[in-house]
């Protein structure tokens, strides 16, 4: 028969809190083993005679706590290989952030029969202190948990061992980036012992406190956290009864020249290079896609959860090389998978739409996303030779149909799409390309005005002939980088 493990739960406190039952076990043994001296009830049962060997030693040598948590499952082993019974003591109940335990199951559990001896934790002493009711929502994170973690501001927050005030600063900073500097933060300690004690404060003093192994941060709900849900409650707000009129009025159709708007407004903050702005934009974005779901959850089509569902499943699904068995080592490697998988995605589709490309996209990307498709199923030149002659042939197409007065919007609709074409084999986006071009010409045309200005000229008043000229010195100046 193997050995048996008891981690036993030794509450949050002093002896006191310990049950009748774990008292019993530890006073009929001879020996036993707790993760750290450093709890109330460890003190106590040494002071009732009890021998405690604890581990305190693998803490002040451990490189980290993934070491030291392996360092005590490793000594733990050693002594079920002599003993066949061995008592594992934690601070309060061993499956309340207890970390060690997780390990001990996964390392231990295969050889050694493991029974977990229940225990009051330190939250049950929160509850009773705070005066707080879990059945209106408890989230418990570890300090090192709270960078990634998406708060909603709904639930209490409790935030066990804050060790010293370097912890307790980082946890602060990673706090303020949800919650309000100012939002009220519990600093208790000690529960349930003689010296306990509860302080409240805003969360920007919260490393000004004293800490220690006993103490725990928590944060009650707070209605002004940053997240993903309170942006959603604050359109859903908008739209209702009360809200605001000119939302409740807009429908997806109505919405659609803002989404082109916003989206064109984050290219430009792009081509800026401007950060901050940039991060405005992509918030005003982000409102739009949020203002179309909160229209159709009123309609019951679907939720904002069901659009998350579906992009974090499609990410998944079209990127097995990073979360399946596929290899892609290059970006055309990872195309291919992408395209693979979605032609298979279409397979189903009562009617397969070859070019199935958003008919709102702006016509260059719309032509140019066209010719890629026909490409890929062979219908294309071999080198630029090809599209380079196809523009040539438009242009003459297009002169001969000014000439005649007949054809002209089809055959300048021909060129464009031929110069498109040739801007793919160039490597060329033609949208970019045509924008930077724009830039350039708004940019001399400024200057332009700007040198006519110095000149004492008003250039609305200039010849054809005259613009021409100081367009010319623009163009001159701008390619020289001399910005006088």
């Known amino acids: 028969m193997s050995s048996c493990l008891h981690v036993i739960g030794l509450g949050p406190g002093g002896l006191d809190q310990l049950t009748l039952g774990n008292y019993r076990r530890i006073s009929a043994v001879k020996k036993i083993f707790a993760r750290t001296k450093h709890h109330p009830c460890v003190q106590e049962l040494i002071d009732e005679g009890i021998c405690v060997e604890s581990f305190d030693k693998i803490y002040a040598e451990g490189a980290s706590f993934e070491e030291v948590y392996e360092g005590i499952t490793q000594e733990l082993r050693k002594e079920l290989?002599?003993?066949?019974?061995?008592?594992?003591?934690?601070?309060g109940h061993p499956m309340v952030a207890e970390k060690t335990l997780q390990l001990i199951d996964e390392k231990l559990a295969q050889e050694y029969e493991i029974v977990v001896h229940s225990a009051m934790s330190f939250v049950d002493e929160i509850f009773r202190v705070l005066k707080l009711d879990p059945i209106n929502g408890v989230v418990i994170r570890n300090y090192d948990a709270l960078k990634n973690a998406a708060f909603t501001g709904q639930e209490w927050l409790i935030i066990p061992q804050?060790?010293?005030?370097?912890?307790?600063s980082e946890v602060k900073l990673d706090l303020m980036n949800a919650y309000p500097d100012d939002a009220w933060v519990y600093v208790v300690q000690a529960l349930g012992t003689d010296h306990e004690h509860v302080d409240k404060l805003p969360l920007y003093e919260m490393d000004h406190e004293n800490y220690d192994h006993l103490t725990t941060i928590v944060l009650p709900p707070n209605s002004e956290v940053i997240s993903f849900y309170k942006l959603s409650k604050v359109m859903e707000s908008l739209r209702s009864e009360g809200g605001c009129a000119w939302d409740r009025d807009q429908t997806h159709e109505t919405l659609k020249q803002y989404l082109i708007e916003e989206s064109y407004e984050v290219i430009e903050a792009i081509e800026k290079q401007d950060m901050y702005n940039?991060?405005?934009?992509?918030?005003?974005?982000?409102?739009?896609?949020?203002?179309?779901?909160?229209?159709?959850?009123?309609?019951?089509?679907?939720?904002?959860?069901?659009?998350?569902?579906?992009?974090?499943?499609?990410?998944?699904?079209?990127?097995?090389?990073?979360?399946?068995?596929?290899?892609?080592?290059?970006?055309?490697?990872?195309?291919?998978?992408?395209?693979?998988?979605?032609?298979?995605?279409?397979?189903?589709?009562?009617?397969?739409?070859?070019?199935?490309?958003?008919?709102?996209?702006?016509?260059?990307?719309?032509a140019a996303s066209t010719q890629r498709k026909a490409a890929k199923v062979g219908f294309d030149w071999s080198d630029y030779k090809g599209p380079w002659d196809k523009v040539q042939e438009e242009l003459q197409e297009l002169e001969c149909a000014i000439a005649d007065g007949i054809g002209i919007r089809e055959e300048l609709g021909d060129l464009l799409f031929a110069v498109v074409n040739l801007s793919r084999f160039l490597k060329l986006d033609a949208e970019e390309v045509l924008r930077d071009t724009v830039h350039k010409f708004q940019r001399r045309f400024l200057k332009m005005v700007e040198l006519s200005g110095k000149s004492e000229l008003k250039f609305d008043r200039l010849s054809l002939n005259e613009m021409d000229i100081f367009w010319e010195k623009a163009k001159s100046q701008e390619k020289s980088g001399n910005k006088a």
């Open 278 to 366: 940039l991060c405005e934009e992509l918030g005003d974005l982000l409102l739009q896609v949020v203002f179309h779901t909160q229209i159709a959850t009123e309609e019951k089509v679907f939720e904002l959860q069901d659009v998350l569902r579906g992009v974090i499943q499609k990410m998944i699904r079209r990127h097995p090389h990073v979360f399946g068995e596929e290899k892609a080592e290059t970006p055309d490697d990872v195309i291919l998978t992408w395209d693979r998988i979605k032609l298979q995605e279409k397979e189903n589709d009562k009617v397969p739409d070859f070019f199935n490309d958003p008919k709102g996209l702006p016509a260059l990307m719309w």
């Open 81 to 91: 290989q002599k003993n066949s019974e061995v008592i594992y003591a934690v601070p």
């Open 162 to 168: 804050i060790y010293d005030k370097l912890i307790a």
